[in-house]
């Protein structure tokens, strides 16, 4: 995984060469960076592969809702295979104060590059068939 | 109390009662519990001061009924006989026109305060009335208005006698020697019209009652729990009671002359009943009327003694009313079938529990102990408790309720077995599954992502090298694998049965709502009226019950998501599941949330898709959304349940 987060960086530098990129491994090491300091934007993959616990996918959603509810205006990219996790936290997205976007892991970079350009303009940008995934 | 208490109380009352009700029609308890109250009240009354009783045998006799009346009138006149009971023979009969009859006529008319006559009659039936005939020749007729009337009421004088042919040894213990009434009403033979009649012994005691002011206590025991429709009293040998009244005569066989009051041992007879009638089987057997009694075959006139004697000592035994009876083994029914529940319980616990095993036989035990004891004692307090038949119900509902509950608890058992093999195995291919479906998206998927960034690397510093194709390839096969990958996850979690579906679907609307509203999701009022829709356990019922549960989450998260405030303006939700013939329905109705215009909008989006596709896949399923004019939103969905038979 930290692989593809690597490039996730490469690709993040496309946008501003100066880009400082950090990586961490777990929920728990990213709650602590995030008490440490705020970034400009937050890339988050919804499947963790995290030892130890039982879903993965779980422990992404409970991060991203964490994220939501203390960082309001953090500006958030969701970049994962399973983008339809994030679905269940929609309404706390709609409240969410600072740029969000969510990207499929799966889709070319430039897809990747638009949503983090998204993100940190403070703007939202989800799939059409996510926001009124009841209706 | 548990289910499986009340089903055990249940099924003991039900049990012994009807058993009851079956050995009611049989002989075989009826033989039992007589032979038991004989041989108790036998051994119990042993010796019977019989010196109040004196029975005069006329089977020598030839005389016609003047010399009978002759010897009847020197009793009670000179004697002062107290009661004398007659058991005419037939050979009076017939003396109606005759002159003879008019000395016995006129004898009965002065002396009709101290004489009893007694008529044969088979034994009282609760079921049809038994014709009697009376001596009509012996009441003296007046003629009132161009017809004879009689001066004598014919109760006042006749007294009926229960008699019945047995044979054999059973035929002790149904014999009306043993067990008697005291009143009854019979059809007379003369003009087929009804007649209440006391019995010979109660009619010859009422007199006696009557004349000097004694009480008879039987005639008052009249106890809501005893019936006095047949008792019982004891049978004494009184042999030695008979005179042989053509003996006492010198032999001579006409006995008009006869003054028995020169007799010493007959000169004063106040406060004695004197018999009349044949006693002898061996001379006059159609006369004797001969009766099986537990002290050997008696004739009628010694029967009608021993009733006397038995109601005068106070020596009655009385019968439980039926219902009593039937309660006492509805209540004994019910006490073994709460016992048995709970033995049969600790039998088949996991840990076997022997202690309960062990306490269950000893409270049998002590059960029927205390019946026994019961009977016994009510036994010696002149109470017939029913033995044989109870004691029979509640062994044999023992026995059933033991084989029922162990045979449904062993049901239950193979079904929880292959319920939870079944558990088992559905949980671990949807672990598979999911676990197939992860490493695909872990492993295969990370290293196409990660070729999908080095083409585009490459793309990126070498613009002149063209990646689009291999990466449209790439693009493509990603979608198929994604897919298939959402579908194998959806697949996996069908598998397992909702946990909140097990209680059926009413419980899970229910569970699902007030979960909804615990966690502040559903804020709006919520009016629940989720029935049970009687349920059955067919793999496609189950399926389809996936999909009907699915329906109603997507309904309400519609509700949540666009009709609650702060999007909508609604205020409450109402939620109805019912089932009404083979048709069930579902309704969700919010008031205020949607309008007609949204509804247009919204008729080919995913949620509707959902939904008409659910309605789809069931019998008859109907899916109808509609606007009511107060701009009420109400979601419907209806199915037929016949299609899961």
Known sequence: MEDVARNNCTFLQMIDPKARCEIVPSPQAAKDSLARHIPDLLVVDLMLDEKGEIDQKTSGVAFLHYVLCHHPHLNVLIYSTNPELAKQLSLNIEKHKGGFSIVDKMELRTAFIAGASTALLGEKRTPDSFVDAAY | ?645
């Open chain 2, 1 to 645: 109390m548990s289910y499986r208490t009340v089903l055990g109380a249940l099924l003991g009352l039900g049990t012994s009662i009807s058993y009851y009700a079956l050995l009611s029609f049989l002989p075989l308890a009826n033989h039992i519990d007589g032979s038991i109250y004989d041989s108790y009240i036998q051994l119990k009354h042993q010796q019977q001061h019989s010196e109040k009783i004196v029975i005069f045998s006329i089977d020598t006799i030839v005389g016609g009924a003047p010399q009978y009346a002759s010897v009847l009138e020197d009793l009670l006149n000179n004697s002062q006989a107290e009661v004398v009971v007659i058991n005419p023979p037939q050979h009076w009969y017939g003396r109606e026109a005759n002159e003879n009859g008019r000395q016995l006529r006129q004898l009965i008319k002065q002396y009709k305060d101290r004489i009893v006559l007694a008529s044969m009659t088979a034994p009282i039936d609760a079921e049809y009335q038994t014709s009697i005939a009376l001596y009509n020749y012996m009441i003296e007729q007046t003629p009132i208005g161009g017809s004879d009337t009689p001066e004598i009421e014919a109760t006042e004088i006749h007294g009926f006698f229960e008699f019945a042919y047995q044979s054999g040894q059973n035929g002790i213990f149904d014999s009306p020697a043993s067990r008697h009434s005291l009143e009854g009403e019979f059809i007379r033979d003369d003009d087929s019209k009804d007649i209440s009649l006391k019995s010979v012994a109660a009619l010859a005691l009422h007199k006696l009652s009557q004349r000097t002011e004694r009480d008879v206590s039987v005639f008052h025991s009249d106890s809501p729990l005893t019936s006095t429709a047949r008792i019982q009293t004891p049978i004494w040998n009184l042999k030695a009671q008979i005179h042989n009244l053509s003996e006492l005569c010198g032999g001579n066989k006409r006995i008009g002359d006869c003054k028995l009051s020169n007799v010493e041992r007959f000169a004063d007879l106040s406060d004695k009943f004197v018999f009349f009638g044949h006693t002898d089987t061996q001379t006059n057997a159609a006369e004797v009327h001969a009766m099986l009694t537990p002290r050997g075959e008696m004739s009628a006139v010694e029967v009608q003694a021993n009733h006397i004697l038995g109601l005068q000592s106070g020596d009655v035994y009385l019968p439980l009313r039926k219902w009593l009876a039937i309660a006492i083994v509805g209540v004994g029914g019910v006490c073994f079938g709460i016992v048995i529940n709970t033995g049969i319980s600790g039998l088949l616990a996991q840990k076997k529990n022997h202690w309960i095993v062990r306490r269950t036989l000893l409270s049998i035990s002590a059960l029927f102990l205390i019946y026994a004891l019961t009977a016994t004692s009510s036994l010696a307090a002149g109470v017939l408790l029913p033995i044989s038949a109870p004691i029979i119900s509640w062994a044999i509902a023992i026995l059933t309720s033991s084989f029922v509950l162990l045979y449904r608890n062993q049901e239950r058992m193979v079904e929880r077995q292959l319920s939870s093999e079944r558990k088992v195995v559905i949980d671990q291919a949807s672990k598979q599954l999911q676990s197939i479906a992860d490493r695909v998206h872990q492993d295969a998927l990370h290293h196409m992502k990660l070729a999908m960034d080095w083409l585009e690397l490459i793309q990126i510093q070498s613009p002149a090298c063209d990646v689009s194709v291999p990466l449209e390839k790439m693009l493509r096969a990603n979608q198929s694998i994604r897919e298939n990958l959402i579908d194998t996850r959806l697949c996996a979690e069908k598998l397992p049965i909702s946990s909140e579906l097990r209680l059926g679907l009413h419980m899970a609307i229910r569970l699902h709502t007030k979960r909804l509203r615990k966690r502040d999701e559903l804020i709006l009022k919520v009016d629940m009226n989720a029935n049970p829709i009687r349920e059955n356990s067919s793999s496609r019922w189950i399926e389809a019950r996936e999909g009907i549960f699915s329906f109603y989450r997507e309904s309400i998260n519609n509700i949540i998501r666009h009709a609650q405030p702060p999007k909508g303006r609604s205020t409450k939700v109402a939620v109805d599941l019912e089932r009404v013939a083979d048709v069930a329905v579902l309704r969700v109705t919010n008031d205020g949330g949607f309008s007609s215009t949204y509804l247009a909008e919204t008729t080919e989006n995913f949620g509707t898709q959902v939904m008409e596709k659910v309605a789809s896949r069931l019998p008859n399923g109907k899916f109808r959304r509609r606007v009511s004019a107060k701009g009420d939103f109400q979601v419907e969905l209806s199915w037929s349940m016949n299609g899961f038979m």
